[in-house]
RNA sequence: GGUCCGAUGGAUGAGUGGCUUAGUCACCGGUCUGCAAAACCGUCUACAGCGGUUCGAAUCCGCUUCGGACCU
């Protein structure tokens, strides 16, 4: 038989993690997580963890499994996720990959080309110049290295011209000459579900879920993790906004505020990206059934 | 009953006759191959209502409605 990778995707809290461990019960299949915030440690409470009961009701991988202070990304991330599959693959006809983070979930199913791994010195010295000479000089300097990239990338978005400018001069050789941007195929079957709901219920639910975790002890958790402040894997709704109020730049209840309106912002770019993904199938998260005999069908179908 | 002040887009808030889509935030839409819960982009043309003045009014005048303050 075949195996099958059932993808799980949707805006935070829209209902991911409790329809994954209902169809991971239903199929006898692990649950892998593609979500870039929780497989760090130290932060379940922000990052909306499975909790105890969950993850003893179903094998989870990629869950607290890395240290907040790796550096971690969506390149790495495909390699360790795919082996772990593989393994899983070995016992299961079946592995459920659940969370929100679309560039890992693409990473996982279509492959990232290869690229060598940046010196970060030279990045750091690339965020300097940045930070010195503002983005538009940065572009300039990227049109010299790679004119063909210069005229498609986003010329105001600091993150990508960076990352074409360390690429270029890293490796020696043009961005865009070393991006294929070709889909791996998978040694296995992929089927893509995601949930979604009405916006406004979507939108309470986040902000009811902020105040869950504010109960559940989110400033502490956020004021645990204060000194690291710094590292990327903390660059994170729920954390940021707790710093800056540790800090003292705003109060507990903007603190708060910010956190509910950052993660609505969130989930609608979330959204935004599954619905680009024709693949995907959506279903409100209490369809358990129906989603059921999607999968039941697809698995047919690609047999 | 009288006097005065105010009424601008979802919120806030400029703008006192003739390119102001002011700005900000929210909402909405989008971008996306290595920091992605990141980073970035776009849209949202309103001036309480009616009438008048004027070549032209959010801007001036009158009335109406609503809100606020004060007076008797």
Redesign the pocket.
Known sequence: MSKTLIVIAGA?GSGKTDLSINIALHYHAPIIST????FYRGIPI???QPDTEQLQAVEHHFIASHDLTQ??????YEQEALQRIEELFQKHDFVVAVG?????I??LC??????P??DAAL?EQL?NDMKQHGVDAMAERLRSLDPAYYEVV?R?????V???LE?CIGTGMPYSSL?????RTRPFNIIKIATDMD?ALL?ERIDRRVDIMIEQGLEQEARSVYHLRKL??L????YREFFDYFDGTISREEAIELIK??????A??????F??DTEFEWFNPSEKEKIIEYIDAKVCELK
């Open positions: 935070t979500d870039s915030r929780q922000g990052t909306a550096d971690f990304n969506c390149g790495a929100g983070s679309g560039l890992y693409k990473a279509e492959g990232m080309d290869d690229l791994e940046v990045r965020m986003d105001k978005n600091p993150a990508r960076l990352r074409a690429v991006r294929t941007g070709e889909k916006r939108y990327n894997s660059q994170t709704v729920g309106r950052n993660s609505r912002r969130y609608k770019r979330q959204l935004t990206w619905r680009r």
